[in-house]
């Protein structure tokens, strides 16, 4: 079936990296963008930024640029997310999302189960 | 950036009663609205595309309408498995924005 399925919860000191992967299956992995979207604890949903597996463009939210890394390897089908100078306010859950397309309303289809990244010295 | 203002932000309610939700946007966005559910320690469900166009697989007891800048899901008699937070979210431009949320709660 089609899905999304992330990496593990994660614990990070403030100012290290968090690197997230979501691999993809029963789907062409490169016919579809994937969407990040992260949600802090008891709050909304918050988008991140978007990767075309097929290029590897990406384009990500002014708040994040320059402190965030979306790549891909088509190899295994799986794309990243990779957020550098975490604070406690990057605490949050960070899911993958398939986008339908412009067919389908610019709507996520798929989701990943999400991954809880804590921030803590 | 379009700002989604959704409204109530909960409601009580009990199985078989029809919930409302809306969702205003800052500018006009023509029909590109979906509509997630969301359930505790869940990711997003997508229900509803394109303003109105029923997600494969969801009940028919949801339906969405509205274009331009106002936007409303509607739950026809709600069944015990709806309790649940319901997003709005443009799909017009980027950055994507959402809806901060309705929590529908068992009255």
């Known amino acids: 079936q089609v899905q999304l399925v992330q990496s593990g919860a994660e614990v990070?000191?403030?100012?290290?990296?968090?690197?997230?992967?979501?691999?993809a299956s029963g789907y062409t992995f490169t016919a579809s963008y994937i969407q990040?979207?992260?949600q802090a604890p008891g709050q909304g949903l918050e988008w991140m930024g978007w990767i075309n597996p097929n290029t590897g463009d990406t384009h990500s939210a002014q708040r994040f640029q320059g402190r965030v890394t979306m790549t891909r390897d088509t190899s295994i089908n799986t794309v990243f997310l990779e957020l550098s100078g975490l604070t406690s306010n990057d605490a949050a859950v960070y899911y993958c999302a398939r986008d339908a397309g412009p067919a389908f309303g610019g709507s996520f289809d798929i989701w990943g189960q999400g991954t809880p990244v804590t921030v803590s010295s | 950036d379009i700002q989604m203002t959704q409204s109530p932000s909960s409601v009580s309610a009990s199985v078989g009663d029809r919930v409302t939700i809306t969702c205003r946007a800052s500018e006009d966005i023509r029909g590109w609205v979906a509509w997630y559910q969301q359930k505790p320690g869940r990711a997003p469900k997508l229900l509803i595309q394109s303003a109105s166009t029923?997600?494969?697989g969801v009940p028919s007891r949801f339906s969405g309408s509205g274009s331009g800048t106002d936007f409303t899901l509607t739950?026809?008699?709600?069944?015990p498995e709806d309790f649940a937070t319901y997003f709005c979210q443009q799909a017009e431009s980027f950055p994507r924005t959402?809806?901060?949320g309705t929590?529908?709660?068992?009255?």
Do not use: D, I, T
């Not at chain 1, 990070?12 to 691999?23: D, T």
């Not at chain 2, 739950?75 to 069944?79: A, E, H, R």
């Not at chain 2, 929590?103 to 009255?107: A, F, P, Q």
């Open chain 2, 98 to 100: 959402f809806g901060q």
């Open chain 2, 75 to 79: 739950v026809n008699g709600l069944q």
């Open chain 1, 12 to 23: 990070k000191k403030p100012g290290a990296s968090v690197k997230v992967s979501c691999k």
């Open chain 1, 36 to 38: 990040w979207v992260r």
């Open chain 2, 54 to 56: 029923l997600h494969s």
């Open chain 2, 103 to 107: 929590r529908v709660e068992m009255k």
